[in-house]
């Protein structure tokens, strides 16, 4: 008695029946962003913000939506992306690959490392250690006046052009070829994030999510597996922070702040954490929304978390989620 | 040979002991059936056979190698497999789904990082076979929440065999089900043991189901090994009456 109704209880989410349609649009839209935001009012900058938090909305997604696993502290390895990139242009090289390997590489390990030790924390505990880490780091970039600038932030690099031999290409100032160039990086991520979530480990991640004793009874570590999710996520927060920094040619202990980690849940959650693309689509409304709001208003984020409240009560599977839903039914 | 050598387990939590120095020796092909009141110390049993938790005392012995301290991903890949009473499936997940990464599991691939690759084909095999098996291939491709309870059930014996288990160990198969559904899960069973020679270890309430199944019967009661023998045995068993069957319904 009592295991039926545990097991007829369980909410159960209708699948998309066309998430092909959707990779169709959101590539559409993504190529001729920009011919058309300059028309509505909108510039290109803006569209390479919401790529870059978009990236590392999905890349947190990863461990969220596919791992089910809650993490506090991404903005830790999306801020020592940033500075990985940002430290590698001013005091190493002037070159814009060598800083964002630098940065995936900074912020991977880092989360490679610190993983290592919380994998074996649960659910509000694991939150809560993510969040000290992302705080940690915080104050070193904070405090660590001499090499990060402190609160005021690392200054005085720019990225630089990208070098393929036979051409340049002009990223500095060109903001078409520089927003052309962070989908190019934007669709290499995602892709190898779609196939790993394809992949037979992509499907113990799924499996963790579902029921971890199950997963665990039919054979699958879930320490470990949960640790390379969390690892991988990382990285690949990494590259959008290092991303971030190109972008701004900045990077600031603001980038590895809580209140950054609480942004990318308000994505990933807004637009639909169970969806693939759920997480851009929630980037998208926020930095719009930010972009808008905060031009009439200092209170911007109380605006934003208002809209939150209301997707999170209406539309409980995001705002991709739900009309993935309408669109394809059962 | 004996599949399975549980040597003098007392499990205790705290100062309550649930399991006090219980032995079970289980052959290759057999089908035992642990029967016992409710608070008998069944499932506790069960958890340590299957590596739940570890026994305060006494050892377990599974296919001739020790296994009283190993993990249970460690045990599964040794070939031991089991259910819950409270089914344990991957709700928002296609049964399909559901079996492949059993599959994906036990060929070794929980690792690949890509998708497809050469053991594709010997997947998708695998799991057409375990579809048929337990007879959900009409419901493959619906999510496995949505089933009723008994082929969630079905959906969770499948999943456990795509292992290919030496031993099989089910704790209330029949739990919660209506006759029908008893009889199909019942009958799911028999096969397996009489058609594919599984070593099954099973904790059931129905007495008909145990009756007919079982070739041996483990009897526990407050924690302690009652009784052991043929359901014939046990069913003339004057102490097992007095304790358990007189009482029980």
Known sequence: ?330 | MTMLDVRNVTKQFGSLTAVSEVSMQVAPGELRAIIGPNGAGKTTFFNMISGFFAPTRGDIVFDGQVVTKLPVTQRVTMGMARTFQITEIFPELSVRENIRIGVESAQGLRLQFWPGGRHAAAVNRAIDEALTMSGLTPQADRLVGELSHGDQRAAEIAMALTLKPRLLLLDEPTAGMGEHETYAVANLIRRLHKNSAYTIVLIEHDMRVVFNLADKITVLAEGKLLAEGTPAEIADNPVVQAAYLGKAE
């Open chain 1, 1 to 330: 008695m009592s295991a039926s109704t545990l097991v007829t209880a369980t909410a159960v989410t209708p699948r998309p029946a066309r998430p092909w349609l959707t990779t169709a649009i959101v590539w559409l839209v993504l190529l001729t962003v920009p011919f058309w935001l300059p028309m509505l009012g909108g510039y290109t900058a803006l569209a390479g913000r919401v790529l870059v938090l978009g990236l590392a909305a999905m890349s947190f997604n990863l461990l969220l939506g596919f791992t089910g696993v809650m993490s506090f502290g991404h903005a830790a390895y999306f801020g020592l992306g940033a500075y990985g990139a940002g430290l590698t242009l001013k005091y190493l090289t002037a070159s814009t690959p060598l800083a964002m390997l630098a940065g995936v590489l900074l912020g991977g390990l880092a989360g490679t490392l610190f993983g290592l030790l919380i994998v074996r924390r649960r659910g509000v505990y694991f939150a809560m250690v993510t969040v000290a880490f992302g705080q940690i780091a915080f104050y070193i970039a904070y405090s660590w006046d001499s090499l990060t600038g402190g609160y005021d932030g690392l200054r005085g690099f720019t990225r630089a052009p990208i070098n393929l031999g036979f051409t340049t290409i002009d990223i500095v100032n060109n903001d078409k070829a520089f927003y052309y160039f962070l989908l190019v990086i934007f669709a290499i991520a995602t892709s190898l994030l779609g196939l790993l979530l394809a992949s037979p480990f992509g499907r113990t991640l799924l499996a963790i999510r579902e029921n971890e004793r199950r997963a665990r009874f039919l054979g699958i570590p879930i320490e470990r597996h949960i640790w390379l999710s969390f690892s991988i996520s990382c990285a690949f927060t990494a590259l959008a922070g290092s991303l971030y920094a190109l972008l701004n040619n900045f990077a600031d202990p603001m980038g590895l702040h809580y209140s950054l980690s609480g942004e990318i849940v308000i994505m990933a959650v807004m637009g639909g954490m169970r969806a693939f693309w759920g997480p851009l689509v929630g980037a998208a409304l926020f930095v719009v929304l930010q972009d808008y709001i905060s031009s009439e208003t200092v209170n911007w984020m109380s605006f934003v978390g208002l809209i939150f409240v209301l997707v999170v009560l209406f539309f409980p599977r995001g705002l991709l989620g739900m009309l993935q839903n309408r669109g394809g039914g059962r």
